[in-house]
Nanobody
Framework: QVQLVESGGGLVQAGGSLRLSCAAS????????MGWFRQAPGKEREFVAA???????YYADSVKGRFTISRDNAKNTVYLQMNSLKPDDTAVYYC????????????????WGQGTQVTVSS
């Protein structure tokens, strides 16, 4: 059983930056692929970024070049650095874990955090 807790969300002006953190406990962090997803009101949950156990990273086209996912296995933490934020980035951001490989589909992840709100104003 894995517990995930996101933090770092908030209100930011367009063009600004935020760094989200996801702290994991209750499992062997290095055994899981990790992903970030987001869900805006009235829209389905969408893939944002993922990082494999081996460190390979993948991004949705909408965030490529602006967001960076990383993991620190010693701290059992995954991060999402978000730069050049746009109002369309406004959503609840969720951290997710999948044993053992990553996926681009939310339904294939095993564990989820509670989400953290990111609001980007004009």
């Amino acid at each position: 059983q894995v517990q995930l807790v996101e933090s770092g969300g908030g209100l930011v002006q367009a063009g600004g930056s935020l760094r989200l953190s996801c702290a994991a406990s209750g499992g062997t962090f290095g055994n899981y692929g990790m992903g970030w997803f987001r869900q805006a009101p009235g829209k389905e949950r969408e893939f944002v970024a993922a990082v494999r156990r081996t460190g390979g990273t993948y991004y949705a086209d909408s965030v490529k070049g602006r967001f960076t996912i990383s993991r620190d296995n010693a701290k059992n933490t995954v991060y999402l650095q978000m730069n050049s934020l746009k109002p369309d980035d406004t959503a609840v951001y969720y951290c997710a874990a999948r044993y053992t490989s990553i996926s681009f589909k939310a339904s294939e992840y095993d564990y989820w955090g509670q989400g953290t709100q990111v609001t980007v104003s004009s």
